[in-house]
């Protein structure tokens, strides 16, 4: 097999969704690898996680740069070429970026969001799709761009909205397929990658 694809995961809390790209990982056949998880806070529980699975862990703390967003980004851009990354993968990263950091990974940096985009970008996705009596809610996996949650969309999953759901039913519907679809999603592309170059 060729040279797998060297991913970092960002996060700012848990990081479900890295745990669920950690375990895809570990397949033989898998095209990435987790290489480094990221997080912009110290206290981010994923940390830990990524630690225990033999993942390098890394704190950018964004306190230590006040309000210079670009300086907090040029540290990461920094951590990550010396680290020979590829692909960056958001995964619940609390944080806008700024186009420094879009335009230096442009067409490498995916994002998974809890909605069926380009319906409700932002947040309260899950509120706002029960308020408008939507019947599905879903998440997309796509490419980051200078828009919220604007970039080329690469995937979806969609689940029902049932009679009676609230929103911690709809995200824990919508979790599950997020869960299935990053991992599958990434995988497409980082293989598209390798055919690319």
């Known amino acids: 097999m060729t040279q ?17 790209l950690v375990r895809a990982a570990r397949a033989a056949d898998c095209p990435f690898e987790i290489a480094l998880v990221l997080a912009n806070k110290p206290g981010a529980g994923g940390l830990a996680t990524a630690a225990a699975a033999g993942i390098e862990p890394l704190c950018v703390d964004q306190r230590d740069f006040g309000k210079d967003r670009q300086a907090h980004e040029r540290a990461i851009d920094a951590a990550l070429r010396a680290r020979g990354i590829q692909v960056i993968a958001l995964a619940g990263y609390m944080r806008i970026l700024t186009p420094f950091l879009v335009d230096a990974w442009a067409g490498r940096m995916l994002n998974i969001h809890p909605s069926l985009l380009p319906h409700y970008p932002g947040l309260d996705t899950h509120a706002r799709a029960l308020a408008a009596g939507d019947q599905e809610a879903g998440c997309t996996v796509h490419l980051v761009t200078a828009g919220v949650d604007e970039g080329p969309i ?44």
């Open 4 to 20: 797998r694809t060297k991913v970092a995961v960002f996060i700012s809390g848990r990081g479900s969704n890295m745990e669920a």
């Open 154 to 197: 690469l995937g979806q999953a969609r689940v029902p909205i049932l009679p009676g759901d609230d929103e911690p039913a709809v995200a824990l519907r919508v979790l599950a397929q997020e869960h299935r679809l990053y991992p599958e999603t990434l995988a497409t592309f980082c293989r598209g990658l390798e055919q690319g170059a």
